[in-house]
């Protein structure tokens, strides 16, 4: 059974850090791309980043370029997304997801398993 588990939200002041960790189980991790992905009440889900298989390929929408940084541990298991000069506009909710295959501007519906996401919260 494939599980994808978000960990790291939380609520914090404009202009401060969250590292955000999704841990994966039950799949062949290394075999999939992967992407987190956010969503604002009343808004739609949208790409904030996602990474190759091997992590040598990323992309990230331009509104986190140059503040928030995409990683993997493929011996852990786990991805991770470093959100700095954090916004109150990065308020929402966010999901890790896993993809067989790699996309620029990760589109959602070729994710294949998601996690039930991590609130992050930025007052202004």
């Known amino acids: 059974q494939v599980q994808v588990v978000e960990s790291g939200g939380g609520l914090v002041q404009a202009g401060e850090s969250l590292r955000l960790s999704c841990a994966a189980s039950?799949?062949?991790?290394?075999?999939?791309?992967m992407g987190w992905f956010r969503q604002a009440p009343g808004k739609e889900r949208e790409a904030v980043s996602c990474?190759?298989?091997?992590?040598?390929?990323?992309y990230y929408a331009d509104s986190v370029k140059g503040r928030f940084t995409i990683s993997r541990d493929n011996a852990k298991n786990t991805l991770y997304l470093q959100m700095n000069s954090l916004k109150p506009e990065d308020t929402a909710k966010y999901y890790c997801?896993?993809?067989?295959?790699?996309?620029?501007?990760?589109?959602?519906?070729?994710?294949?398993?998601w996690g039930q996401g991590t609130q992050v919260t930025v007052s202004s």
């Open positions: 039950g799949l062949t991790f290394n075999n999939y791309a």
């Open positions: 997801a896993a993809s067989l295959v790699f996309l620029l501007r990760c589109p959602g519906g070729t994710y294949n398993y």
């Open positions: 990474i190759s298989r091997s992590g040598g390929s990323v």
